[in-house]
């Protein structure tokens, strides 16, 4: 039987929005695996628009889930739509849209608060034992839905390990092709892009992510 999965955007772009690299490898290896997958985002506007080619902000708004349609080809459904019990599981690619557009990570830190939509979906999927993906620098969102304890890798930026450290999480040191279980939790982590220099190293970790996730799927059963 096929397992759903949703899997959550942040908008398109690795500097404003969800890294497009992680989230095409997450959809391809799910497809692989017979996944059927439903993408989700907010409906809300971006913290800011950044220019990939420069690295500067951009005098522009643009939409969240808009944004996030350019990857999926339009298919994505407003955040507000989806429901836990709908799906076997869910994965969250990284991004700073993570950071910035479904929480305030990157500006606040430790004293960080997450997209109430966001927060209520994954901690449902927590709440009823259903595996959760977070790749790259999403888990910087773990310590806010699984609470204190809970183990993540992030990469090895001594500043971002000390802020998750402060929120309660810990923190497992993982090489990029690898990956990161929190057995009581049934949360995966990989470092991704966090530590990755090529589309190949960064697939590696992924890959075993996902079909760690698909694994645990079956527990439920």
Do not use: W
Request: negative net charge; aromatic residues 4%; glycine residues 8%.
């Amino acid at each position: 039987m096929s397992k759903n999965i949703a899997v959550i955007l942040s908008g398109c772009g690795v500097y404003d929005g969800t890294e497009i690299h992680e989230s095409v490898i997450t959809l391809l290896c799910l497809d692989q695996h017979g996944a059927q997958v439903q993408c989700f985002a907010p409906d809300i506007t971006q913290q800011h628009v950044i220019n990939h080619l420069t690295g500067e902000k951009m005098p522009e708004s643009r939409n969240v889930l808009v944004e996030s349609a350019r990857i999926v080809r339009g298919q994505v459904k407003d955040i507000c739509e989806a429901n836990a019990n709908a799906f076997d599981a869910l994965i969250m690619p990284g991004g700073f849209g993570a950071v910035t557009n479904l929480s305030n990570f990157a500006i606040e830190g430790a004293g960080c608060s997450v997209n109430p939509q966001i927060l209520e979906l994954v901690k449902a999927f927590a709440e009823a034992r259903k595996p959760v993906g977070l790749i790259c620098i999403s888990p910087a969102l773990a310590a806010k839905i699984y609470g204190p304890g809970v183990k993540c890798t992030i990469g090895n930026c001594p500043d971002t390990i000390a802020t998750l450290d402060k929120m309660g999480a810990t923190h497992c040191e993982c090489t990029v092709e690898n990956i990161v279980e929190d057995q009581a939790r049934k949360l995966l982590s990989t470092p991704a892009y966090m530590l990755g220099k090529s589309i190949s190293e960064v697939s590696s970790g992924i890959n075993k992510l996902v079909e760690r996730v698909l694994d645990l799927t079956y527990e439920n059963e």
